[in-house]
């Protein structure tokens, strides 16, 4: 079985906060769906909370405490991504900008991200796309299409423990294993898989909508090669060359 | 080993009671630190070159004249020489020039500077800082190597049949560092040239100041200059000292508090925990300065930055005395006992001259 490396961003300020428990659940789903494709992750939570003091030092610094210098390899070194954020005034929280202000500019670059929000009401969703997938997009991360918000009433009722369309069932894990791999082979993916994916509500329950984002970062991992990390101190040109301009 | 000071020549209001001194008063403290450094027995004065508030020091080679004039045993430099935004003619025709009148007692530190709108102000762009940097230092290399050069570059009018004067004194450059925090490509330039290699090593952890010494030793190594212990290192180093080490952390801690670099930031104790900063007494100052050579190896110049922060021109008067009374002589009896024959000392004017004169006798016979 392959293994690869998960770092799940949790901006969350309370303790325990929902943000983490979003951020739990997109986890444990994320490994589920790796195994069912081969590959162990390996998951490393980042609580910003306990960074909070080390991030403001690093912008008023300019260079990280040893805590979050390794909070910001494992996230440079990580084989995907998971980050999640409370909204604060229509957008993501500061210190879940601060931390992402601080990472390495090309660290997130090419790596998967999938990307979630708690709120006390479900009309602060499209932050997601108008706040955090900008973002991601201007880092060069490889952003899940399925976003995963998860206000308060999602933690109740009938919705959240509905399974929603993309539950995993014995048929499913038999799906051959690349419906992302972008070849002309997509053309040819069996009807079952397309009318799967026609199907797919994507308003379904908080279940559903955890499942279907966790489900696309475990594909996009096991079609990825491990991640590399650049070391800032290597040469990248001759002298020679510098010289030549 | 060479030992001295290192001024930025910042005018900070002192935080414990608000004065601001005049840039009159800076400018003039600066040149009573210098002398005060020779009297105290360092080696080493060098200044910083800003072109922006709340800096004063736009003019070094001025302003080290002056000293020099002063002055009978201390070496001037400078921390640093922007590399970038000056014209390498007039670099090589003013440090030329101090060379010429301080006898020999001249080097220089090369620099970028990371103000973004001074390159603009110089007519330059800082997204370029690598590119301006090799490609100045490599003219001005030319002009104090070679007596008539011809020139064409991407940053400066070419030159047809130029002769940059006066020519260095008795024909030896003034020696050259590069400073550089964390651009392993002027840790190659130093490198390539053989020159020395400055890592400014007070504002990060030491894991980055032993990651950029190491690429320059190796690749110094690489070019054929010696082997990777005998390449030319200097550090930087942050101190304030007491006889009491209470006392220090007492009196620095609203300096550090308040200062503009790393202020209202991490605790003294953090920042004395992550990087070279120490405050204490004269012999923590020794320790933790006799351990940089663990992870940087032997090396041949270290300077101290002392005035800083708004701390009075009368209290880093009192730390000169210090470091020349009790810390320095220690060191210098600790790190030569520990240095291999082997590795060099910093090169001086009399050492390059004497190398010189040795190299054409070689070619002679």
Request: no cysteine; net charge negative; aromatic share 8%.
């Amino acid at each position: 079985m392959k293994q690869r490396t998960l770092v799940v961003v949790s901006a969350g300020l309370s303790q325990p906060s929902s943000t983490r428990l979003l951020a739990d659940r997109l986890s444990a789903a994320a490994v589920d769906s790796a195994v069912s494709l081969g590959v162990r992750l390996d998951v490393r939570v980042l609580e910003l909370r306990d960074l909070a003091h080390d991030i403001t030092n690093h912008m008023l610094t300019g260079f990280p405490p040893a805590a979050l210098r390794d909070a910001l390899d494992a996230v440079a070194g990580a084989d995907a991504l998971i980050a999640v954020t409370p909204v604060f005034n229509a957008s993501y929280s500061g210190l879940f900008k601060s931390f992402f202000d601080v990472v390495d500019k090309d660290a997130l670059a090419d790596k998967p991200v999938l990307i979630a929000a708690t709120g006390g009401t479900a009309r602060h969703s499209l932050v997601l796309e108008h706040a955090l997938r900008p973002m991601f997009s201007y880092l060069h991360a490889v952003t899940m299409p399925t976003s995963v918000f998860a206000a308060s009433e999602d933690w109740g009722g009938d919705e959240a423990l509905r399974p929603g369309p993309l539950r995993r069932t014995a048929n499913t894990d038999a799906l051959p294993p690349g419906p992302l791999r972008r070849t002309a082979d997509t053309d040819a993916l069996p009807p079952r898989r397309l009318r799967r994916t026609a199907n797919t509500e994507t308003e379904g329950g908080l279940r559903g909508r955890i499942l279907r984002a966790a489900d696309e970062l475990a594909r996009e991992v096991e079609r990825r090669d491990p991640a590399t990390v650049a070391d800032p101190f290597a040469l990248t040109a001759s002298f020679e060359d510098l010289l030549a301009g | 080993m060479q030992f001295g000071v290192f001024t930025v020549g910042d005018v900070t209001p002192d935080p414990t009671n608000g004065r601001v001194p005049t840039e009159h008063e800076r400018i003039k403290a600066m040149v009573t630190i210098a002398k005060k450094a020779e009297e105290v027995g360092l080696d080493v004065f060098a200044m910083g070159e800003h072109h922006n508030e709340p800096f004063v020091p736009s003019s070094p080679t001025t302003m080290l004249g002056y000293i020099a004039a002063q002055t009978d045993k201390l070496l001037l430099s400078t921390s640093t020489t922007l590399i970038t935004t000056n014209d390498p003619v007039k670099i090589a025709e003013d440090y030329a020039m101090l060379q010429h009148l301080a006898d020999g007692r001249v080097d220089l530190m090369m620099g970028r500077g990371n103000t973004g709108p001074v390159y603009p102000w110089f007519g330059k762009d800082i997204r370029a800082g690598i590119p301006l940097a090799i490609e100045n230092y490599a003219l001005l290399h030319r002009l104090w190597h070679e007596h008539v050069v011809d020139w064409t570059g991407k940053f400066r009018t070419p030159l047809q049949g130029f002769t940059s004067t006066p020519r260095p004194l008795d024909g030896v450059p003034p020696f050259v560092w590069h400073g550089s925090i964390r651009s392993p490509e002027i840790a190659e330039q130093a490198a390539y040239y053989g020159d020395g290699f400055f890592a400014n090593h007070i504002f990060w952890p030491a894991s980055h100041t032993q990651r950029m010494v190491g690429l320059y030793r190796e690749r110094f190594a690489h070019y054929g200059h010696g082997d990777p212990d005998q390449a030319i290192v200097g550090l930087g180093g942050q101190v304030f000292m007491r006889r009491n080490s209470q006392d220090a952390v007492r009196e620095f801690r609203p300096y550090f508090d308040n200062a503009p670099v790393y202020g209202h930031g991490p605790s003294l104790e953090e920042f004395s925990a992550e990087t070279p900063l120490t405050v204490g007494s004269p012999q923590q100052v020794i320790d933790r300065t006799l351990g940089f050579r663990d992870y940087a190896g032997d090396y041949q110049r270290q300077l101290f930055l002392l005035d800083h922060a708004g701390l009075p021109l009368k209290t880093v008067l009192e730390q000169l005395d210090i470091l020349g009374e009790e810390v320095v002589p220690v060191l210098r009896r600790e790190f030569a006992a520990l240095k291999p024959a082997h590795v060099p000392e910093a090169p001086t004017h009399a050492s390059r001259k004497a190398e010189q004169l040795k190299k054409a006798e070689q070619v002679e016979a």
